[in-house]
Nanobody, 120 residues
Framework: QVQLVESGGGLVQAGGSLELSCAASISISRLKVMGWYRQAPGKDERQPVAVILGDGITRYADSVKGRFTMSGDNTKNTMNLQMKNLEPGDTAVYYC?????????????WGQGTQVTVSS
């Protein structure tokens, strides 16, 4: 299973920026799917923020379009999420997510999560 470790969360004022990074234990070029999810306070489910499927197209949640940018660095095996113009509604625990195809089976992995808090 792929090991994922996030970093870069913290406290920021509304309108500010943060960049999250997710280090993968294998080459990200081997991943079938990679992306970022978040779980807001009081919510039970994690919601997709930015996801890259096998077609290489990044899909963003409507609420973050134009503000968040996901990218991958093959030399460092990291997935990054650049977040700009942050809003209090972006406050959540952010999770890195990946799917690796192993023996025709989708093997899912999650990071431990990193807290992002946006103050008004």
């Amino acid at each position: 299973q792929v090991q994922l470790v996030e970093s870069g969360g913290g406290l920021v004022q509304a309108g500010g920026s943060l960049e999250l990074s997710c280090a993968a234990s294998i080459s990200i070029s081997r991943l079938k799917v990679m992306g970022w999810y978040r779980q807001a306070p009081g919510k039970d489910e994690r919601q997709p923020v930015a996801v890259i499927l096998g077609d290489g197209i990044t899909r963003y949640a409507d609420s973050v379009k134009g503000r968040f940018t996901m990218s991958g660095d093959n030399t460092k095996n990291t997935m990054n999420l650049q977040m700009k113009n942050l809003e209090p509604g972006d406050t959540a625990v952010y999770y890195c997510y990946a799917v690796q195809l192993i023996d025709s089976r989708n093997d899912e992995s999650w990071g431990q999560g990193t807290q992002v808090t946006v103050s008004s």
